[in-house]
């Protein structure tokens, strides 16, 4: 079955720090592929999406391409804030079998001190 | 505002107890999805509702029972209410459909989550 494998964290950072979270995984067919943010006490957010491969998403100062050919999804920003404290989550969609089951990896803590 | 909306926010039941966790959208969205998050397990779905009248088993659906009552809504029934339910649980929608690819760009739009503890 399809599968999201991110790095574990927390990513601990400083302010204007450059952030990469690593993103991979496996699906059948032509997935779209997302990354969704969770600041505390709140429900995931949409950050960013790549529908096919070498799209680029961005959003926020966010950015990250769909890469077929090593099947990733990295996350990268320039600058991290400390507004930027939050989860993240890796996602695909499928569309095989007709049914769209999202699946999401275990979520990336970040922690950006001032 | 536009969006998912569950109540309760929080909520306290005693073992065996029950209690019907209540979602609702209004942005004309097919598809409806109860998830839980546990830490350092991310996100496991429970049921999920493709359309309206629909309703099918995710990864984890022991313990729990839905309900589409309507297009907009989609509530999650616990019927006798165990400790190892505890958790935060989130209400999703999406426009997807069960045929085609519409919507497959779109993504889900989350409630912000009802927090249960069973003591």
């Known amino acids: 079955g399809d599968s999201v494998t991110q790095m574990e964290g927390p990513v601990t950072l400083s302010e204007e720090a450059f952030l990469t979270i690593n993103c991979t995984y496996t699906a059948t067919g032509y997935p779209s592929l997302f990354w969704y943010v969770q600041y505390p006490g709140e429900g995931l957010q949409l950050l960013l999406k790549?529908?096919?491969?070498?799209d680029k998403g961005s959003n926020k100062g966010f950015e990250a391409t769909y890469r077929k050919e090593t099947t990733s999804f990295h996350l990268e920003k320039g600058s991290v804030q400390v507004s930027d404290s939050a989860v993240y989550f890796c996602?695909?969609?499928?569309?095989?079998?007709?049914?769209?089951?999202?699946?999401f990896g275990r979520g990336t803590s970040l922690i950006v001190h001032p | 505002n536009a969006g998912v909306t569950q109540t309760p926010k929080f909520q306290v039941l005693k073992t065996g107890q029950s209690m019907t966790l209540q979602c609702a959208q209004d942005m004309n969205h097919n598809s409806m999805y109860w998830y839980r998050q546990d830490p350092g397990m991310g996100l496991r779905l429970i049921y999920y509702s493709a359309s309206e009248g629909t309703t099918d088993k995710g990864e984890v659906p022991n313990g729990y029972n839905v309900s589409r009552l309507n297009k907009r809504e989609f509530s999650l029934r616990l019927e006798s209410a165990a400790p190892s339910q505890t958790s935060v649980y989130f209400c999703?929608?999406?426009?997807?459909?069960?045929?085609?690819?519409?919507?497959?760009?779109?993504?889900?739009?989350f409630g912000s989550g009802t927090r249960l503890t069973v003591v």
């Open positions: 996602a695909l969609i499928s569309a095989s079998g007709g049914s769209y089951i999202p699946t």
């Open positions: 790549a529908t096919k491969a070498d």
């Open positions: 999703a929608s999406t426009p997807f459909t069960a045929r085609g690819t519409f919507g497959l760009d779109y993504g889900y739009t």
